[in-house]
T-cell receptor, first 114, second 113 residues
């Protein structure tokens, strides 16, 4: 019974490159959330998706960031033209449909922008 | 209005002692208050949570105390153990929208042997 799977665990990009972070929710979960954790800070909500739908993206930066959760395959958080300020840990979480609301977090993807 | 303020930033407690972490919120519409535990290199894991209709919830050595009028809640870890050494985050959200957790800035707890 695998938990939330994120990959890659560590990603290094140079300024201007693209970063793609993938998240497979727990089995049976259809809701995916992305949170960002900057160094020495708490997690900040970015986006909430269900299969093929973005439900709430109020925490996403207006430019360069996008997220999707296709019918088949993992959810993807895409960061275009990365800058040093994008260096952070990106956590994906999932929850069951109509469940208690508990979020189950993955181990995170740590992005370093050189 | 969406902030959750957490203190202290770091805490050192001797084995067997009581660890206390405090949080304060501003938005009175919040109605679900979870605590998460995070070990280095891992994702946060739900530890315990409370709703504002109760003033205290206890699970094993972990207790949440909730003061609705003061808009404060705290985590108490009784008989703290070295294995409890981790970063603890309080959070708040709306039951209708669990996904949008507002996290505190975290408390790094070190329990010395």
């Amino acid at each position: 019974n695998a938990g939330v799977m994120q990959n890659p665990r560590h990603l290094v990009r140079r300024r201007g490159q693209e970063a793609r972070l993938r998240c497979s929710p727990m089995k049976g979960h259809s809701h995916v959330y992305w949170y960002r954790q900057l160094p020495e800070e708490g997690l900040k909500f970015m986006v909430y998706l269900q299969k093929e739908n973005i439900i709430d993206e109020s925490g996403m930066p207006k430019e360069r960031f996008s997220a999707e959760f296709p019918k088949e395959g993992p959810s993807i958080l895409r960061i275009q033209q990365v800058v040093r300020g994008d260096s952070a840990a990106y956590f994906c979480a999932s929850s069951p449909p109509g469940g208690t609301g508990e979020l189950f977090f993955g181990e995170g993807s740590r992005l370093t922008v050189l | 209005q969406q902030q959750v303020k957490q203190s202290p930033q770091s805490l050192i407690v001797q084995k067997g002692g009581i660890s206390i972490i405090n949080c304060a919120y501003e938005n009175t519409a919040f109605d679900y208050f979870p605590w998460y535990q995070q070990f280095p290199g891992k994702g946060p894991a739900l530890l315990i949570a409370i709703r504002p209709d109760v003033s205290e919830k206890k699970e094993g050595r972990f207790t949440i105390s909730f003061n609705k009028s003061a808009k404060q809640f705290s985590l108490h870890i009784m008989d703290s153990q070295p294995g409890d050494s981790a970063t603890y985050f309080c959070a708040a959200t709306f039951r209708r929208g669990f996904q949008k957790l507002v996290f505190g800035t975290g408390t790094r707890l070190l329990v010395s042997p």
